[in-house]
């Protein structure tokens, strides 16, 4: 290990916590230097009466000092009680100004109460900051009337959590800040009214919510490429984005928009690529996908009402909810490649073959898909006449079919039926905590197996396509058998107890 370069040292270090990497300094004479050299510091401390990693990290700090060791990265973690977290400010500083006069390019501090007066002005006049990290920290003491800080050509991401400011000082600190490309927000609580404005380079936006707290955000940013906003359904969030038409990116968390907010924003974003919309609720009984020529992957999860989707350079796909969705796709891509669908039908009680053919009708929207997963916490019986007179459905294919089932009582022929004849899955996953349930779903994929030359009305069976199927059982050991079903019995380990294990199972039903 000596052989190693020692910036490959130094690599390595970085990846470590303070005192796993103070422990590698007694491999050789080399690692110990590396470590008093390392240009990258992790401390982590708690400060408090007879704290003897905060003596350690002193006579560190001092050294890095004296010697004026560069340091390229700093992260510093104090965790305090509100007892001493006064006495420990002094401190903080201290580490902080040795980090600062020794260069800092990316410097992370992190305090346990926020209440930190973090010295901001200080850094606003570093020619080598480009990437600040706080959290917990207290920036109230930056204003336009007391600061005499310059432009700050060096910083180029900030992130703020738990961060106690409100808006003029944000807005102070940004137009100290003329060359930020990333800004990070969140839980930041005084915060209600958040304006980024006249960033004429800014690249990334990403705002976490504090919950009611924040009343309205206002985006106007002609660089901005990606964004990403998580609200709070507690109260209406006026989200004004203007100006933003090289968007390449929009993610949309647990928020409420007003009619025609998301059309009007895809319109106006003529290189939007991605977009994902996550427990968004409101108008949106109208809303539309269409017409987008440059959006290549779409998320949806647990949004109600979604219309029409028109886009025909779709790559991506991905629906999650607890309903079958309405969606409609109007026109299928030749690039639409991944295609995911994971329905949660956990309390449902309408698990019948009416609801079966609505999830036929909703995957034969495309010919194929690339994984459905199903969630269930039991099984019904399946009237299977039922579904066979709405067969004149277009039939898609699942390339594989997740399912996961809980215990249940209820024997389940006619459920695996509806499934294979609603999907059409060429691999098959099945999972279930008990041992009664997987052998009972086995057992029935055994009898289509052995069945697989009869037919159904003069079609192929509906198993046809079927090619792999693999059952687990919840647990840590796990088993593997191939070829004929397994026996699915539980084991003793060598002190009698039951095993925890999970079984994999591996059949195939040929295609005539």
Known sequence: MDKLPECNIHKILSYLSFEAAAQTSILSKKWLQAWFTNPNLKVKVGYGKGNNNRKIVDKIMERYRERKIPIEKFELSVSTSA??????????????????????????????????????????????????????????????????????????????????????VLQTLLNYCPLIVDVIIMYCRLLTNIELRNLQNIKSVSILSSGSHNKSVKIQAPTLEHLSYSGSWKEFIVLDIVECQNLKSLKLSHMTISEGFLEHLISTSQFLESLLIDNVCGELERFNICGSQSLKVLGIQFCKDIGEIDASNLVSLEYM??????????????????????????GHNDLNAAWFCKLRKFLSNLTSWSHLSLYFDKCNEINMKDLQVHYSVATSQVDVLTVWLKSSPVECPSFVDALIWSCH??????????????TCFMDRLTYMKNSSHSTSHGRKPWHTQLYEVRAYKFGSAVELRSGELATLTEREDAGGAMASIRWITTMEIKPQ
Not at 324 to 346: D, F, H
């Open 321 to 346: 909810g607890s309903t079958i969705p309405e969606l409609k796709i109007a026109k299928e891509s030749g690039q639409l490649k991944n295609l995911r669908t994971n329905l949660s039908c956990y």
């Open 83 to 168: 007892y001493h977290h006064p006495l420990a400010f002094p401190w903080i500083d201290k580490c902080l100004d040795i980090a600062l006069q020794n260069g800092v390019k990316y410097l992370v501090c992190a305090v346990s109460v926020p209440s930190y007066p973090f010295p901001i002005s200080t850094f606003l006049v570093s020619e080598s900051l480009r990437e600040l990290v706080l959290t917990g920290c207290d920036l109230m003491n930056l204003s336009l009337s007391t600061s005499q800080v310059a432009n700050c050509q060096s910083l180029r991401k900030i992130s703020l959590t738990d961060v106690r400011l409100d808006n003029n």
């Open 425 to 438: 899955p060429r691999r098959l996953n099945f999972f279930s905590s008990t041992i009664e349930v997987i």
